[in-house]
């Protein structure tokens, strides 16, 4: 089988400079921090002041995302030979930040903390309300190109993600989840997906590249890779009502249910 995507090897260098920056340096800066302070505070007696010491310290990593991502050139939607354009390397600082938490300790932490996880993602450049309600598994894999509006709730083991790499080359394209959309168990959110206001995914979904209208629910592990796998519950729906709507009959015509 051809292999269709390839990184010279000067590409992977760099790109692994860049993770260990990211993975290495920030967490070695966080546990040098956590040490001081946690002597500081023993010598001076301090010692119920320890208890607050991990949220202090989430505090000043999620400072320090914030700063890094603001000094890092933002990701733009679009396609990039992986061999050739800079925003390759601005996407791997952006997934690289985020990774670093996971190698400082503080992942159970801040992921069970609401203000902490919303402090979080906002740090990343993610623009998540804060009454979105999502679960602390959920894996968030470009933050800084996802959207999520108040009153969003999304499910145990969920992932979402704004790139794909085919072909030699990165595709770029946010995700955006609207007011009172409601994503549920184990469901992907690929590059390119739209959730309309209150519409509702069922459990076990696999989405990316397409619009979910208003008010709509897809039904559980309707969509595989992108496509329907349901059709005898899509043509269902379709008797039932889909064709008294305009917006509904032209959304599955477009998708080719219909």
Not at 9 to 36: D, Q, Y
Not at 74 to 95: A, C, N, Q, R
Not at 111 to 136: D, H, Q
């Amino acid at each position: 089988m051809k292999n269709t995507t390839h990184l010279p090897i000067k590409k992977n260098i760099k790109l692994e400079i860049v993770g260990l920056f990211f993975c290495s340096i920030i967490p070695g800066f966080i546990w040098m921090a956590t040490l001081i302070s946690g002597l500081f505070l023993v010598n001076k007696g301090y010692h119920l002041a320890i208890l607050a010491l991990p949220f202090l310290i989430s505090l000043v990593y999620i400072s320090l995302c914030f700063i890094i991502r603001c000094c890092i050139p933002k990701l733009v939607e679009g396609s990039y030979h992986l061999e050739k354009d800079p925003m390759v390397i601005y996407w791997y600082m952006h997934m690289s930040l985020n990774r670093s938490l996971n190698a400082t300790g503080l992942r159970a932490i801040i992921r069970s903390s609401n203000i902490l996880k919303f402090l979080y993602y906002r740090a990343l450049g993610a623009k998540i309300a804060y009454t979105a309600n999502y679960s602390t598994d959920l894996e968030i894999i470009d933050p800084s190109m996802i959207t999520m509006e108040k009153d969003v709730i999304i499910g145990g083991r969920c992932i979402i993600g704004c790139h794909l790499i085919y072909n030699n080359k990165l595709v770029l394209k946010p995700v955006h989840l609207k007011e009172k959309a409601f994503i549920q168990l184990n469901n992907g959110i690929g590059q390119g997906v739209t959730v309309g206001k209150s519409a509702v995914v069922g459990n076990g979904n696999l989405l990316y590249n397409i619009d979910i209208p208003d008010n709509y629910k897809v039904n559980n592990f309707a969509w595989a890779n992108g496509t329907p796998n349901q059709k005898s519950w899509f043509k269902k729906k379709q008797e039932d009502y889909l064709l008294k709507n305009d917006e509904y009959h032209n959304f599955h015509k477009e998708h080719g249910f219909i």
